[in-house]
């Protein structure tokens, strides 16, 4: 609906004005963002790319913004759902860039994490995370989200970090 609204004739006036470079969206849903890339009209995406959301096979966000328990759907209608996969192959086949947000899963997958239920799922440090999330050929660039100055510079130590800091092969089995 955005994309055939006033919202969207909006952004493309603006960018025809030469007033904005890009029109793009930013969501948490599989559906809705592969739907805006298959449109033609999305020029970059925002989606949150980290080790943790990719490994749910099927983006079911919009079940469960409808109300709808996921764990009594069947399997097929899960399938009807498209994979991040999908997502990813769309976007290089269209040539559509995606900004990585959330890269450290909101901390949940940092190691010496303390808060929060997914604590100790998984144990990386943002080096990882970083070149985790870069080691897609879609991404143009992560978008961290720090909670303290010291995630921050331990994202920046990317920029110095060794192949060996940068080695996420602990997730990939």
Not at 24 to 31: D, K, P
Not at 82 to 104: D, H, N, R, S, W
Not at 147 to 173: C, G, H, M, R
Request: one cysteine or more.
């Amino acid at each position: 609906e955005m994309l055939d609204g006033w919202m969207y004739a909006y952004a493309k006036e603006l960018k025809d004005q030469g007033r904005i470079g890009f029109i793009g969206i930013s969501s948490h849903n599989t559906q809705i963002e592969l739907e805006a890339v298959k449109s033609g009209k999305i020029e970059v995406l925002m989606f949150p790319v980290n080790p943790l959301f990719n490994l749910l096979p099927q983006d079911t966000a919009d079940a469960r913004m409808k109300g709808r328990d996921v764990k009594s759907m069947t399997e097929e209608e899960k399938a009807a759902y498209p994979t991040k996969q999908e997502l990813y192959g769309t976007c290089e086949k269209m040539g559509v860039p995606i900004v990585a947000m959330k890269p450290f899963a909101a901390g949940n997958i940092l190691r010496n994490h303390e808060e929060g239920r997914l604590k100790g799922l998984l144990s990386l440090t943002p080096v990882q995370c970083i070149s985790y999330v870069l080691s897609f050929p879609q991404v143009a660039c992560p978008v961290p989200g720090f909670a303290n100055v010291d995630e921050l510079n331990q994202s920046l130590a990317y920029l110095t970090a060794t192949d060996a800091e940068k080695d996420f092969s602990e997730i990939q089995d």
